[in-house]
Structure formats: C-alpha cells, structure tokens
C-alpha cells in the first residue's frame, strides 16, 4: 500500500491489518496516519500501530504492534515503494 501523508511524506505500509489482516488499502489518511476504517486503527508511516478506537485512554499500545514499512519514493509525480535487492540475489531478467 503507496499512499502520501498530508504533509506529503511518499509513505509504503504492508497491505494488511494486525488485528484482522484485512487490506489497508480500503482506509483513509486521516492527521498523516493511515486510518483502517472496519477498526479504527491507525497506523504511522513506520508502519507502527498508533491508536486504537477501542482501548481506554490509559492503555498503552505495545511497541511490537505494527506492519512491515518500506521506503517510499515519488518519481514523475507517480508514488511507489522502494524494494532494494538482496546483496545476494540472482536476477533471471
């Protein structure tokens, strides 16, 4: 999932909820987050879980919930994720 933040970070999460591993993409960008509307989780462009409509105020979110980021980069006004090759990979093309 490419999408840009409102302050215009090129920002690439996995397509794919913590909670319900249902697509991402089906959300909105809402403060620069990226907001899954089933949930009303939101994630940060690190790929970090940052609120949770459902827990009390008081709960604090564990540091290991979150998706997997990647770089994202914009190239001819076109917004894509950067996927650098292994060190080690073969290429057949």
């Known amino acids: 999932m490419v999408f840009r933040t409102k302050s215009g970070q090129v ?13 991402l993409s089906k959300g909105t960008i809402c403060q620069d987050q990226l907001e899954y509307s089933y949930q009303r989780w939101q994630y940060g462009t ?15 979110i564990p540091e290991n919930l979150r998706i997997k980021s990647f770089q994202g980069l914009e190239q001819d006004d076109v917004c894509l994720k950067y996927l650098p090759q292994k060190a080690h990979s073969t290429s057949y093309f």
Request: charge should be negative.
């Open 11 to 23: 920002t690439a999460l996995e397509d794919c909820c913590a909670h319900r591993y249902t697509p």
């Open 46 to 60: 690190d790929g970090r879980v940052s609120s949770v409509s459902t827990l009390p105020a008081n709960c604090a």
